[in-house]
């Protein structure tokens, strides 16, 4: 069971820094919302639990390991910092980033679905809890951008074709 805990967590502290990479990347866009109210609500929302997501993760980093996956979050942190560099000049930027947190939160997903199971095998039934919740939140996250992609694509369209401010 060595490789398995082993695997167990380095999959935690990726998730960890996945987590640290969502945050960067929600502050910074939910900065930029401005004409999207229930989406800069529910992202906000989101960024608060995604900030309860990371220091659970943490918690358990430091019982398994006792070490912080800093390296990885820091890697996390740049990787969003740069990814969300282009939305400066895009022009659809709301509907581009609404798209690309559905699929971040499909992947996020993917990742406690495959903590869930690492950590059955390795009876640790604790941490297994705590990918269940977080599972949860990113399930309904990701059913709320399915269920708001279209409107929010409407409203973009709309407000672009009236040249009003639709970008963000």
Same mark, same amino acid.
């Not at 990479?21 to 930029?32: C, G, K, M, V």
């Not at 820091?74 to 659809?92: F, K, Q, Y």
């Given at each position: 069971?060595? =490789?398995?805990? $082993?695997? +167990?967590?380095?999959? @935690?502290? &990726?998730? =960890?820094?996945?987590?640290? %990479?969502?945050?960067? &990347?929600?502050?910074?866009?939910?900065?930029?919302?401005?004409?999207?109210?229930?989406?800069?609500?529910?992202?906000?929302? =989101? *960024? $608060?639990?995604?900030?309860?997501?990371?220091?659970?993760? %943490?918690?358990?980093?430091?019982?398994? &390991?006792? !070490?912080?996956?800093?390296?990885?979050?820091?890697?996390?942190?740049?990787?969003?910092?740069?990814?969300?560099?282009?939305?400066?000049?895009?022009?659809?930027?709301?509907?581009? +980033?609404?798209? %690309? !947190?559905?699929? +971040?939160?499909? *992947?996020?997903?993917?990742?406690?679905?495959? @903590?869930?199971?690492?950590?059955?095998?390795?009876?640790?039934?604790?941490?297994?809890?705590?990918?269940?919740?977080?599972?949860? %939140?990113?399930?309904?996250?990701?059913?709320?951008?399915?269920?708001?992609?279209?409107?929010?694509?409407?409203? +973009?369209?709309?407000? $672009?074709?009236?040249?009003?401010?639709?970008?963000?």
């Amino acid at each position: 069971m060595t =490789h398995a805990k $082993d695997n +167990f967590i380095a999959w @935690l502290k &990726s998730a =960890h820094a996945m987590e640290e %990479q969502a945050i960067t &990347s929600l502050t910074a866009q939910t900065r930029r919302l401005e004409n999207y109210p229930d989406l800069k609500a529910r992202m906000l929302e =989101h *960024l $608060d639990e995604t900030r309860r997501q990371a220091e659970a993760l %943490q918690t358990l980093l430091n019982d398994f &390991s006792g !070490a912080p996956s800093t390296l990885k979050d820091i890697a996390g942190r740049i990787a969003a910092t740069v990814h969300g560099i282009p939305a400066l000049v895009m022009s659809d930027e709301v509907v581009k +980033f609404t798209a %690309q !947190a559905y699929a +971040f939160e499909h *992947l996020e997903i993917a990742t406690y679905r495959m @903590l869930i199971t690492a950590a059955d095998e390795l009876g640790e039934t604790e941490a297994q809890a705590v990918f269940k919740r977080i599972l949860a %939140q990113e399930t309904a996250m990701a059913t709320w951008l399915e269920d708001n992609l279209d409107p929010i694509t409407r409203v +973009f369209l709309m407000r $672009d074709e009236r040249d009003l401010q639709a970008k963000r």
